[in-house]
């Protein structure tokens, strides 16, 4: 039985009310917290940065935070956001000089690691890193923006992603970030993922619970909700 996680993406949470917004969604039923990180450079946007993570953590939120750098450069920031709680640190390789040495900071400042790649980013990145990652996370959309469709080619790169998880033998997450519904999250599921972020599908919700139950409920039909 595949252990399938959901991940809420507060980019598309009140921000008038971060904190609650935010507890509420996890009591609804959410895994972890999905933190986007714009710098208004490498992505057209400009988010959060980690004092409103340790505002979070402040304000009781306990879950995995998972922390999505769409940033260059990454490396000043990934100690930022690790001291400010974060429990994954995912960043774009396009975004370092040095793959490899931003993965390791990642790892000795106690976070789990990952690589976000973007719609057009070839995997072959990943293929002298598989033993430094615990997240492979595919962009189903454009980063920078909330509220985005799910592109359809994301399909055929989770299937060739979840072949070069599986052949490596590590336990190692493939998420995929953008567009996800309830429509699709089955489709998404069968194509490899095991991680599903999700924004404005969730938070544009009036019942954060109902939308979370059947994305479960769709899952369920794939290979059983763990």
């Given amino acids: 039985m595949t252990n399938y996680l959901i991940s809420s993406s507060i980019l598309s949470a009140n921000f008038a009310q971060l904190g609650e917004d935010t507890k509420q969604v996890i009591a609804a039923g959410a895994d972890t917290v999905h933190f986007d990180v714009m710098d208004n450079h490498y992505v057209p ?25 769409m940033v260059k450069p990454v490396d000043a920031l990934i100690k930022s956001f690790a001291d400010a709680g974060a429990s994954y640190i995912t960043f774009h390789p396009e975004a370092t000089q040095h793959v490899d040495r931003s993965l390791q900071l990642i790892k000795q400042l106690g976070c789990k690691s990952g690589l976000a790649l973007n719609p057009t980013t070839q995997l072959n ?102």
């Fill in 125 to 226: 990145y990943l293929d002298y890193v598989m033993d430094k990652i615990d997240i492979v996370l595919i962009m189903s959309v454009n980063p920078g923006f909330g509220g985005q469709s799910f592109l359809d080619s994301t399909f055929k790169k989770l299937n060739q992603a979840r072949r070069r998880i599986n052949n490596s033998g590590k336990n190692i997450r493939l998420g995929v970030d953008g567009g996800v519904t309830v429509d699709n999250i089955a489709d998404i599921a069968t194509a490899g993922a095991d991680m599903f972020v999700s924004g404005s599908a969730i938070f544009g919700h009036s019942n954060y619970w109902s939308v979370l139950h059947a994305m479960r409920q769709a899952l369920t039909v794939i290979s059983g909700y763990g």
């Fill in 45 to 69: 946007n400009l988010t959060m940065g980690p004092m409103i993570l340790k505002a979070l953590r402040d304000y009781g939120i306990t879950v995995p935070i998972d922390v999505h750098l």
